[in-house]
């Protein structure tokens, strides 16, 4: 098989490829590990290991996993197409080679493995900035209720919908002082509307005023 690895060197790097043969399965898993590349070609019959089993393994480990490979095969060898599909090869070349399918399966593959490459960075990068604002409110948030909390007049914060969002410990001490009527209307869910009718209790003025708000 040695021809057939000094053919295939010497036609994609012709066409400008950069080219890392192997000999044998081991020497193809040791270099895919050191160094991942765009493509794996590999032939199914190998010294020592192989083609089916070095595309297990690679398959198996995180590094080289999402290489795409493409399996060398005998055109009739219909069985060795089936399981090389099997254990993850996403496509065959056909022995003996015709330059113009080697060709043209390499450039698929490569093109397709560069753009999943790039899509991978972009949502990376997303993700990176999108961690970074997440970062960014929760310290705005702390400082806003360190400033909340330090605050010695009673104060509750309403959302644009007047759904309370969070109240200071001054807020917290004087409904306790007044009987504790309306510090469970606070919280999630919990509106102005609320908060008012739960400190309105029976007092027929509170009543009439909190009619005014609702009207």
């Not at 590349?37 to 070095?54: A, N, R, S, T, Y």
């Not at 496509?91 to 080697?102: G, H, L, W, Y």
């Not at 970074?132 to 009673?154: P, R």
Request: aromatic letters at 4%; hydrophobic letters at 40%; a negative charge.
């Amino acid at each position: 098989e040695i021809p057939n690895l000094r053919l295939l060197t010497t036609l994609l790097e012709t066409e400008g490829y950069r080219v890392r043969p192997a000999e044998n399965g081991q020497m193809a898993i040791d270099s895919a590990r050191a160094r991942p590349p765009l493509l794996i070609l590999l032939d199914v019959k190998m010294p020592g290991i192989d083609g089916f089993e070095v595309c297990r393994r690679l398959k198996g480990d995180e590094l080289t996993r999402a290489i795409p490979i493409v399996f060398i095969s005998s055109l009739h060898d219909t069985e060795d197409r089936v399981r090389g599909f099997e254990v993850g090869g996403v496509d065959f070349i056909s022995k003996p080679f015709q330059e113009r399918e080697v060709l043209a399966r390499v450039n698929t593959h490569t093109h397709l493995r560069s753009l999943q490459l790039q899509l991978e960075e972009l949502l990376s990068e997303r993700n990176a900035q999108l961690e970074a604002k997440i970062v960014e409110q929760l310290k705005t948030q702390d400082f806003n209720e360190i400033v909340l909390a330090s605050m010695a007049d009673s104060l509750a914060v309403l959302d644009a919908k007047g759904v309370v969002v969070t109240v200071n410990q001054a807020w917290l001490e004087s409904a306790r002082a007044d009987g504790g009527t309306y510090v469970a209307a606070v919280g999630p869910g919990a509106s102005y509307l609320d908060v008012c009718r739960r400190a309105a209790g029976s007092s027929p003025d509170a009543e009439k005023a909190l009619r005014g708000i609702e009207s």
